[in-house]
């Protein structure tokens, strides 16, 4: 981590695992996600150039990196530019913030507040009290900044005052100063303000994938209750991390979308709180394969922390080669351009293949009650009777999937006697009829001996709980 010169620590990221220093008249990054006797600090090519550059400051979302720098092409002395990461990962050319904020003096330390609009920066030009004043402006609606403000005595003197940084829990402010009053040269203060800082949640998680969970890149989308976008970010590829401010006392619709994955959209709430709140998830993508490896369908397991009562939710998705394009065509005849059966169903079976099953053998046919709900659940035979793991499919999107492939409710088959199965139970007072689908061959449709094995079972309320 040190060299045998002057090694400066200028930030650690949101995330806890990138530390920012300054060395060698550049910034470098270390990465201490694991240890520290194994980071070597690597040299930030995008932010340094031939010329000095003292410091940078990541944004609380990981999205843009605001950067103090003497290169050529600024308005005098160190300026401040801003680096924003792309789709790829990469991060763009830095671009001068302008003359609103930089001076023909010197502009250094910046830093942005966890809302990702209020700056703070030190200047020796603009309305300084004597060598270097902290300043504030504010990144409007159309990305323009606010007129500069002097952070004003007892904050500013006539000596310098620099590196001013806020905590996001309290309403606190840390800066340095050789403010004459202090114990000589450089000495460190805090501000505590009047007004309270308006209470934020933090939403830390990691994304994983595979049976091996390595780390995913995802792309997390924040809606407002609106259906607005709040925000949007990108989990980091080689850890799978990522953090969210959001305020209190809101409800939230978070989407995540990974490659490969069908996506997870979660709704949910942050209570009003008086206090800064820390929420934790984890969402672990899965692939489903079979006895020869194959991948038949996906699974999304995701771990909420959100209270004193942590919680599991999965959703567990079964396709087959034509399942997906199915999904799209439902997707394209409903309104709005919308489908729940991400949210409404575990286990999906294709229309094609359920009517391929379902022919198999034509001689088999019972009727079935005109209230009949069907579920498509893709447990093993053992397995069978553990209806608590899943979400029934609705009875219009059921019957929708079936009616449109013209298959009576008269005229469903089973690979069993249903009245052995139900106890000679009544079918007219049958409340539900579950179908189950044993996923274990590896294919669907081939021919009899690889026919799934369809069992009918009535739905009581004892499995229900």
């Known amino acids: 981590m040190n060299s045998k010169g002057h090694d400066g620590a200028i930030q650690l990221n949101a995330t806890e695992d990138s530390l920012y220093i300054y060395r060698d ?38 999205e843009t990196i605001y950067i103090s720098s003497e290169r050529t092409g600024g308005f005098g002395g160190l300026d401040l530019y801003e680096s924003h990461k792309l789709p790829d990962g990469s991060w763009s050319v ?98 505590t303000f009047a007004d309270e800082r308006h209470p934020m949640a933090e939403l830390k ?8 969970y390595k780390p995913a890149k995802s792309k997390i989308t924040m809606l407002n209750e609106d259906k607005s976008i709040l925000s949007s970010f990108i989990s980091d590829s080689t850890t799978g991390k ?3 401010l959001l305020g209190h006392g809101k409800e939230y619709d978070m989407l995540v979308e990974t490659e490969g994955f069908l996506p997870y959209q979660k709704v949910f709430s942050i209570p009003e709180q008086k206090e800064y709140y820390q929420l934790y998830q984890e969402i672990h993508h899965i692939y489903i394969k079979d006895a020869e490896g194959n991948i038949i369908g996906q699974q999304i397991v995701v771990f909420n922390s959100f209270d004193e009562n942590p919680s599991n939710d999965t959703t567990t998705v079964l396709y087959d080669d034509r399942t997906l394009n199915e999904l799209e065509r439902i997707k394209a005849l409903r309104e709005g351009n919308q489908v729940d059966v991400f949210s409404d ?102 021919g009899e001996h690889e026919k799934l094995n369809v069992f009918c079972k009535l739905s009581t309320q004892k499995l229900r709980n």
């Open 94 to 191: 830095p671009s001068n913030l302008g003359p609103k904020i930089n001076t023909e003096y010197d502009e250094d330390a910046p830093y942005i507040d966890p809302d990702g609009h209020t700056l703070y920066f030190a200047s020796k030009g603009h309305s300084s009290m004597g060598g270097y004043d902290i300043f504030k402006t504010i990144k409007d609606p159309v990305n323009d900044w606010t007129d500069i403000e002097n952070m004003g005595y007892p904050v500013n003197t006539p000596g310098d005052d620099i590196y001013y940084v806020m905590t996001p829990k309290y309403n606190r402010a840390y800066y340095s100063s050789n403010n004459l009053k202090g114990y000589g040269d450089m000495d460190i203060y805090r501000l």
């Open 205 to 212: 998680g990691l994304v994983l994938e595979d049976e091996d």
């Open 25 to 62: 008249f550049d910034v470098w990054i270390a990465d201490i996600s694991d240890s520290l006797s194994d980071s070597s600090p690597e040299d930030v090519n995008f932010v340094n150039s031939s010329s000095y550059e003292p410091s940078v400051y990541q944004s609380y979302d990981g």
């Open 345 to 446: 169903v575990k286990f999906y079976i294709s229309q094609d293949s359920l009517t391929a099953i379902l022919q198999l053998d034509s001689t088999l046919k019972y009727t079935f009650p005109s209230n009949t709900t069907f579920s498509f659940l893709g447990k093993t035979e053992s397995n069978k009777d553990n209806l608590d793991e899943y979400v029934e499919v609705s009875p219009s999107f059921a019957f929708e999937i079936i009616d449109r492939k013209n298959i009576s409710l008269n005229d469903v088959t089973t690979a069993d006697d249903l009245e052995n199965n139900i106890d000679n139970t009544n079918l007219a007072n049958a409340p539900k009829i579950i179908l189950y689908f044993d996923y274990d061959k590896t294919s669907m449709i081939k």
């Open 242 to 244: 990522y953090l969210v």
